[in-house]
């Protein structure tokens, strides 16, 4: 089974500044798609960047940017010029891409980063 | 477009009470997801409908949870009798098709007390 992990369970950043968020996995897959999510208060799960494993290039949008590692399974996020709006919990997801049916194409989450935001 | 929408969005309850979800997915969305969400954990899959049958139900307590997808559109989830332990969010997203990119709605904040 496919496990995902988020060592940082709070981080903090200035307004303006940059934050990098880690994670890991661990699968014996090759095909998968990674994810991350932003969870407001509000409880809204928002999908905030997604990376195909074949890709070697690593995802971007707007101010958010992935570093994709596939051989060391670690997926990090991160995050330019710090906006206040940019406070959440930020999840990390994993989904298996292969020619599966069922639970192998569900999402696995990580425990999730709270990442608080000072002006 | 409309996003997918849930009720009630807080809900308390006794413990041995029974408690029911709602979700209405996004139109043409095949797929339909219920998560359970405790406090401090990321969300984790309960049962998994591709139009109105379950494609993956491994992880749901069948003595005590139900789900129904009736017609194919909206979904219940039932709870019955609660447990303490079930004091979560649960949340309700829809795909187009089990490859495509799942939607979240804002979800129900479950307390059992």
């Known amino acids: 089974a496919q496990t995902v992990t988020q060592s940082q369970p709070e981080m903090s950043v200035q307004e303006a500044e940059t934050v990098t968020l880690s994670c890991t996995y661990d699968?014996?897959?090759?095909?998968?798609?990674l994810f991350w999510y932003k969870q407001p208060p509000s409880r809204q799960m928002i999908l905030v960047i997604r990376q195909e494993a074949y890709k070697q290039q690593n995802a971007t949008e707007n101010r958010f940017s992935v570093n994709f590692q596939k051989a060391a399974k670690s997926f990090s996020l991160k995050i330019s010029d710090s906006q206040l709006g940019d406070a959440a919990m930020y999840f990390c997801a994993y989904r298996s891409a292969g020619p599966h049916s069922g639970s192998a194409r569900q999402l696995t989450f990580g425990s999730g980063t709270q990442l608080t935001v000072l002006p | 477009e409309a996003g997918v929408a849930q009720s009630p969005r807080y809900k308390i309850i006794e413990k041995r009470q029974s408690v029911a979800f709602w979700c209405n997915p996004i139109?043409?969305?095949?797929?339909l997801y219920w998560y359970q969400q405790i406090l401090g954990q990321g969300p984790k899959l309960l049962i998994q409908f591709q139009n109105n049958g379950v494609v993956d139900d491994s992880q749901l307590p069948k003595d005590r949870f139900s789900a129904e997808r009736l017609k194919g559109v909206d979904s219940t989830l039932k709870i019955q009798p609660a447990k303490l332990e079930d004091s979560a969010v649960y949340l309700c997203a829809s795909s187009l098709a089990r490859r495509n990119e799942q939607f979240f709605g804002p979800g129900t904040r479950l307390t059992v007390l």
């Open positions: 139109s043409g969305h095949a797929t």
């Open positions: 699968t014996s897959e090759s095909d998968y798609y």
